[in-house]
């Protein structure tokens, strides 16, 4: 479900940052870009006499590593460099026709950009070893730079089919496409995702200033149409994002354009040749001068970053496609984006992400990977975060318990059926608290955790702690791969499966607690091994399962009343906090909403041994494991009465198979250690 977009939300236009411009080697006493021509003339001409491919394609490597310091700003070079090219295109073996078109397109060339000329050095390199890894016209070009990272650069997402990161949590990086718009190497690296436009139109009264004010406050009386413009808005990042608060800074705007006027250039910044960035105040600027109309601009709220270092580390580790590539190639996506009337944001930019793939030569690859289990979950969160619907029901985070109240739909959840039942609830929450109580992830159509946090999805909790500061959950559907050897009294060690109790633990502690929970009659009698994690009172029964130290485990297997498969072992913790928060914050808004759901006592049982069942994490067990997983959850309560689940966008996948697939890749990614299962993955109907 899309979220709704308030207005009055504080897009703020923060002035234009400081310019850096590249930093160029100094010569003493010889002109630097005097000196520049004649090294890469020498260079050039040497290279013609190399006999071998290796040598020749070391040589353009060494020009494209060097040509940002010494070919920037010098014109000499220009008219140097077609006249040896020229040289070298006639000494090849290719028909005369080949070389005719070479000469065109050497000639046709922008001779005031060093990045087409350095274009052209990989082409006539790759045309030599025969690599044919970018593809250059006379009119737009693009190539694989390798690790070079510069402004003006665009990064390409690299997917592998073997790894699902961005399939499980920031959706938004997988298959993007970004524009480098500020690097500097011991400082800090910016960027903005340019295939990512929202169907979200904003008026100039909804761009604030830093204090909280309209830039431009619209005259009712003696304004029209024409004077409110309306501005198309992309997801540019998730730094200071479409949903940033207060406490972020807002959101940034930052507005691509392609206008030269004078004016333009005194309030924009050139990134690339013929891209320029600037603000909305620049932007309408230029629009108050009748330079520009609000449709010349590529509105981004957003932006990705890197600190100093962290972009070279993901390169190294080969999550991203470094490119250089002309102005054109730019405006040709994104001027597609925006003219294409029927482009659903849920298409989330792929198309674009493919063309650049293909204009590099990777087009086999893109293909490869073509509507995978992160496309699928990609769209699902554009569907959530840049498809805008103002039709749809919202619940404000700053409504009360009385208001969420009355916003609730008798069949919000399984658990809570009507307004009555959640009134017991609340009730309950605040005088008794929930400690003891089974909790199960949601049984909705469309998984509140399908894109974060799945290890919730369909999961078994069971509260251990709840008070005034914090409510305490640990997960029991999740066994891990290692195992917690307790030693006994004859010598012996019993091995029992850890399971994954959640993500927190005690700060500073490198060997986590472990704890011992059982749920079997005959150890709640005579000598009692353990006590309820819910103690009765008056108004409620104690809990169904018992919570207990190690050394009453111990005993209890030695002296023959138990074995190791009677207690389930535990590591880790699910914590809501309550302090300095809204009553319909922490757990109690999630089972407010329906994302957990309280299991009957009378379920619990059967839930129980169900997981027992599970086995230490393994490759042959995990499949058991999982749907057994998937099994106690049925157990603790009935599915909502989905007939016709929703399906993601122009697939045949259900929402419902989609989340499923995601718990499958989380437990592999997170709990096996890497992604085991992602070539039996079919797009039309899930893992096989």
């Not at 916003?407 to 809570?416: E, G, T």
Request: aromatic share 10%; with cysteine; glycine share 6%.
């Amino acid at each position: 479900m899309p979220p709704a977009f308030h207005r009055t939300s504080h897009l703020t236009a923060p002035t234009p940052a400081p310019r850096h411009g590249p930093t160029y080697p100094h010569f003493p006493i010889v002109d630097r870009y005097g000196l520049a021509s004649c090294v890469v003339v020498l260079l050039l001409l040497f290279a013609m006499q190399l006999s071998t491919p290796l040598l020749i394609q070391t040589f353009w490597l060494m020009i494209i590593r060097y040509s940002h310091a010494f070919l920037t700003l010098h014109a000499s070079i220009c008219n140097n460099h077609q006249f040896i090219y020229r040289q070298h295109f006639a000494k090849s073996e290719h028909s005369q026709d080949e070389e005719d078109d070479n000469d065109e397109a050497i000639t046709d060339i922008d001779i005031d950009d060093w990045r087409a000329f350095r274009a052209q050095l990989v082409a006539a390199g790759n045309q030599d070893d025969g690599s044919g890894d970018t593809k250059i016209s006379s009119s737009s070009w693009a190539y694989n730079s390798g690790k070079m990272i510069e402004k003006g650069s665009i990064i390409l997402a690299k997917v592998e089919p073997d790894f699902c990161y961005f399939g499980l949590n920031q959706q938004y990086f997988h298959k993007s496409v970004m524009l480098v718009t500020y690097h500097e190497e011991n400082d800090f690296t910016k960027g903005i995702i340019l295939n990512r436009p929202t169907n979200l139109f904003l008026d100039d009264e909804d761009f604030l200033d830093d204090n909280g004010e309209p830039y431009f406050k619209t005259d009712s009386k003696n304004s029209t149409d024409a004077d409110n413009n309306s501005w198309r808005i992309w997801f540019g990042g998730d730094v200071r994002g479409l949903y940033a608060d207060d406490s972020e800074g807002g959101t940034e705007i930052v507005c691509l354009h392609s206008i030269q006027t004078e004016l333009a250039r005194n309030v924009s910044e050139e990134i690339l040749k013929n891209v320029f960035t600037t603000n909305y105040e620049g932007a309408r600027k230029l629009v108050d001068a009748n330079e520009a109309v609000s449709n010349d601009f590529w509105v981004f709220a957003g932006y990705a970053g890197w600190s100093a270092g962290q972009l070279d580390d993901e390169l190294n580790r080969e999550s991203w496609y470094m490119i250089s590539a002309d102005s054109e190639t730019v405006w040709n996506e994104l001027t597609d984006q925006r003219d294409d009337n029927t482009l659903d944001p849920r298409n989330a930019g792929l198309k674009s992400w493919s063309t650049l793939m293909g204009m590099i030569g990777k087009q086999d690859e893109a293909r490869a990977v073509s509507e995978s289990f992160a496309d699928l979950s990609l769209k699902e969160w554009a569907a959530e975060s840049i498809l805008f619907n103002s039709t749809l029901p919202v619940v404000n985070e700053n409504d009360d318990l009385d208001d969420l109240l009355k916003s609730l739909s008798p069949s919000i959840s399984s658990s809570i059926d009507s307004a009555e039942t959640f009134a017991d609830l609340a009730k309950r929450y605040i005088n008794d608290g929930l400690q003891g109580t089974v909790l199960r992830g949601s049984s909705k159509d469309r998984s509140p955790f399908l894109l974060s946090d799945q290890k919730l999805h369909k999961c078994s909790m069971l509260v251990i702690q709840d008070d005034e500061v914090l409510t305490v959950g640990a997960l029991l559907n999740h066994v891990m791969t290692k195992t917690y050897p307790l030693p006994l009294a004859n010598g012996d060690d019993v091995e029992f499966p850890v399971r994954y109790g959640g993500s927190f633990g005690i700060p500073g502690i490198i060997d986590q607690p472990i704890i011992f929970l059982h749920s079997k009659p005959e150890l709640k009698t005579g000598v009692k091994v353990g006590e309820p994690v819910r103690k009765s009172t008056k108004e409620i029964k104690e809990s169904m399962i018992w919570i207990c130290s190690e050394q009453q485990v111990g005993q209890a297997i030695e002296a023959g009343r138990a074995s190791s498969s009677d207690f389930m072992c535990v590591q880790g913790f699910q914590i809501w906090f309550k302090e300095d928060i809204p009553s319909n914050s922490g757990i109690l808004a999630q089972l407010v909403t329906g994302d957990l759901e309280v299991v009957d006592e009378t379920l619990v049982e059967e839930m129980w041994k169900v997981l027992s069942m599970q086995a230490r994490l393994s490759l042959s067990t995990l499949e058991n494991n999982f749907q057994t997983s998937l099994l106690a959850w049925s157990a603790g309560g009935k599915d909502d009465d989905n007939s016709s689940p929703p399906f993601v966008y122009d697939s045949t996948v259900t929402t419902t198979q989609l989340a499923d697939d995601s718990l499958r890749y989380w437990t592999e990614a997170f709990l096996l250690g890497g992604v085991v299962s992602a070539g039996k993955y079919d797009y039309s109907s899930g893992f096989e």
